[in-house]
């Protein structure tokens, strides 16, 4: 029904920057919350940051300051600006949307990951 893809991962030297893109596709009618959630190896998956359609957010404490959130209505999009970067935030990242369909089904569709690895 809705499809998401992923796009911007990487390596990067700790204190670097990165940007990840998220489009969606499909039979969309709305796009709710939309975010982004990672896993590092031996951990459980952990939202990263949230905004809702007014445009509010919310980021991990362990990311606050340093990555920013931000959606395009008219792309079916969300980005995820990631600056002064820690070995720490390495992980696979997940975009997510909270969406309903021409056909007024809801869809909690999820992106299939991208390796973001930050070196020391």
């Known amino acids: 029904q809705v499809q998401l893809v992923e796009s911007g991962g990487g390596l990067v030297q700790a204190g670097g920057s990165l940007r990840l893109s998220c489009t969606a596709s499909g039979s969309i009618f709305s796009i709710n919350n939309m975010g982004w959630y990672r896993q590092a190896p031996g951990k459980q998956r952990e939202l990263v940051a949230r905004?809702?359609?007014?445009?509010?957010?919310n980021y991990a404490d362990s990311v606050k300051g340093r990555f920013s959130i931000s959606r395009d209505d008219a792309k079916n999009a969300v980005y995820l600006q990631m600056s002064s970067l820690k070995p720490e935030d390495t992980a696979v990242y997940y975009c997510?949307?909270?969406?309903?369909?021409?056909?007024?089904?809801?869809?909690?569709?999820w992106g299939q990951g991208t390796q973001v690895t930050v070196s020391s």
């Open positions: 905004i809702t359609s007014g445009g509010s957010t």
């Open positions: 997510n949307m909270y969406t309903v369909t021409i056909s007024r089904n809801r869809y909690d569709a």
